[in-house]
């Protein structure tokens, strides 16, 4: 008895430390590591401007850093309507999106049409963060327009995920955008 009593207090902490998760701070390497390794297979060029004429390339993601958004990048795929009064703050916004894992076998939520969701996402921008995540937020400054199209790559601190504070996922999106005005 006395054996397998020492052999359980040898054994415990190798079976329990093989049970543990990740901590925060290696999932948040973890999630760097993803999106650079997304960078690299989707043969991304990642870029630290706007496009001075406005043209983006079809794989050009711009790197948000810079702006204060870590780890976040954006392309723009269609202007919009840029006869339109851009975007300010406290417009509602409609959104509708496609949102995919980055890992190589993607999981996609769509709710890019009525067939998929009945109702697009709607939210107050720069006022209300409970509908929209600080990335979608983000994104909308970008695309400034209604009508406007766009592809994101949002880490996890910029997400859904960031408020539950143990979920590191970080996700791609497709957005297309209205502005509603009051």
């Given at each position: 008895m006395k054996k397998l009593f020492y052999l359980l207090v040898i054994l415990a902490p190798i079976v329990l430390s093989g049970c543990q998760q990740n901590s925060y701070a290696q999932q948040l390497k973890d999630e760097k590591a993803l999106i650079a390794d997304y960078i690299k297979r989707e043969k991304i060029n990642v870029i630290y401007a706007e496009p001075e004429d406005g043209v983006w390339g079809e794989k050009d993601f711009l790197d948000l850093t810079s702006f204060g958004y870590e780890n976040m990048y954006f392309h723009l795929s269609y202007q919009g309507d840029t006869a339109t009064e851009q975007v300010k703050r406290g417009d509602k916004i409609v959104l509708r999106y496609k949102r995919y894992t980055l890992d190589i076998n993607s999981d996609t939520v769509s709710y890019w049409t009525t067939a998929q969701n009945g109702y697009p996402v709607e939210f107050i921008y720069l006022t209300d963060y409970t509908a929209a995540?600080?990335?979608w937020h983000a994104a909308v400054k970008f695309m400034k327009y209604t009508d406007a199209e766009a592809k994101i790559i949002?880490?996890?601190?910029?997400?859904?995920?960031s408020a539950e504070g143990t979920t590191v996922t970080p996700y791609g999106y497709e957005m297309k955008i209205k502005i509603k005005r009051y």
């Open positions: 995540c600080t990335g949002n880490p996890s601190k910029l997400g859904f995920s």
